[in-house]
């Protein structure tokens, strides 16, 4: 069954550190893996999508990297912000068709404190 | 282009009657999705369109759930008879093409009593 595992369920850091968060997956075959943020009452916005070639990728503060062979992905982010707090949801496509299947994880609720 | 709308943000209804969530999709995109979203289960695909036509209805969780696109500027997703179960966000997002990068509305916050 393809499942999509998020840890932590819920972080809790200071503003200026930095925190991981991690997305392991059982999806295949795969396509791509995206993560996105939401903020609490707003739609999911895109950070990144990695493909199966790609190891890291960088959007500002927030770089995510994928180990295609272990079939996990992190997300890591910099120097957090107030705003940084949010809901970050790892999402997997599988492949082998044209209109390849989304599994979701649960997401990771980040709390940024001043 | 002011992204996805759906209306309304909000609704309160009571069981058994009808609710009717709409999307307005972002121009040009040919895909549009509907998802639900709970606390216990998280982001869910309930049925998703490609050029106005229903590709995969699979996620849809009962025959009280239905959805429409009749062009493609506007989509429609029913429940009849709602029950307190389905509370829940519903999310409306499109995309270019269906595997490309999908754009988010705000979500209907629909509680059901």
């Known amino acids: 069954k393809n499942q999509v595992e998020q840890s932590p369920q819920s972080l809790i850091i200071l503003e200026g550190k930095n925190c991981t968060l991690q997305?392991?997956?059982?999806?295949?075959?795969?396509?791509?893996l995206r993560w996105y943020k939401q903020d609490t009452g707003r739609g999911p916005v895109s950070l990144t999508i990695?493909?199966?070639?790609?190891n890291t990728k960088s959007n500002g503060r927030y770089t995510a990297t994928l180990d295609a062979d272990t079939k996990q992905s992190s997300l890591h982010i910099t120097a957090s912000q107030l705003s940084d707090s949010a809901s970050y949801i790892c999402v997997v496509r599988g492949g082998g068709t044209s209109y390849g299947k989304l599994t979701f994880g649960q997401g990771t609720i980040l709390t940024v404190h001043p | 282009d002011a992204g996805v709308i759906q209306s309304p943000r909000h609704e309160v209804t009571e069981m058994g009657q009808e609710v009717t969530l709409r999307c307005k999709p972002i121009?040009?995109?040919?895909?549009l999705f509907w998802y639900r979203q709970t606390m216990m289960r998280g982001l869910e695909l309930l049925i998703y369109f490609n050029n106005n036509v229903p590709i995969d209805d699979s996620g849809m969780p009962e025959d009280r759930f239905s959805a429409k696109m009749p062009n493609a500027s506007f989509s429609t997703l029913k429940i009849q008879p709602s029950e307190p179960r389905d509370s829940a966000v519903y999310f409306c997002?499109?995309?270019?093409?269906?595997?490309?990068?999908?754009?988010f509305g705000q979500g209907t916050r629909l509680t059901v009593v």
């Open positions: 990695m493909t199966f070639s790609e």
């Open positions: 997002a499109s995309s270019f093409q269906v595997t490309t990068e999908a754009f």
């Open positions: 997305c392991n997956y059982t999806v295949s075959p795969f396509s791509n």
């Open positions: 121009s040009g995109h040919n895909s």
